[in-house]
């Protein structure tokens, strides 16, 4: 049984920065791609960035030279570093981690929300 908790949500100007992290109570085999999803109200949710296995990452667009994703396996702790952010980055945050079978069977967190606006 794994549990994930992010934490590090909240309101921010924009040009603001936060820190997302995502802690796991069982153990999270460091072969397991993990990553950072999103979903603003009435949106589908779309994936923001993941970090697969040999520490290569990949991003969305929209978030690339902005955001940063990193993992510390013996913390079995997640990050999004999130710089320079706009409005449009407004939206629940959720943990993922991926069990190779679908979205709806991988392991998620609970959400928190990022709120940019001046």
């Known amino acids: 049984q794994v549990q994930l908790v992010e934490s590090g949500g909240g309101l921010v100007q924009p040009g603001g920065s936060l820190r997302l992290s995502c802690a796991a109570s069982?153990?999270?085999?460091?072969?397991?791609?993990m990553g950072w999803y999103r979903q603003a109200p009435g949106k589908e949710r779309e994936l923001v960035a993941r970090?697969?296995?040999?520490?290569?990452?990949n991003y969305a667009d929209s978030v690339k030279g902005r955001f940063t994703i990193s993992r510390d396996n013996a913390k079995n702790t997640m990050y999004l570093q999130m710089n320079d952010l706009k409005p449009e980055d407004t939206a629940v945050y959720y943990c993922?981690?991926?069990?190779?079978?679908?979205?709806?069977?991988?392991?998620w967190g609970q959400g928190t929300q990022v709120t940019v606006s001046s």
């Open positions: 993922n981690v991926d069990v190779g079978l679908s979205l709806e069977t991988d392991y």
């Open positions: 069982g153990s999270i085999l460091s072969f397991q791609t």
């Open positions: 970090i697969i296995s040999g520490g290569s990452t």
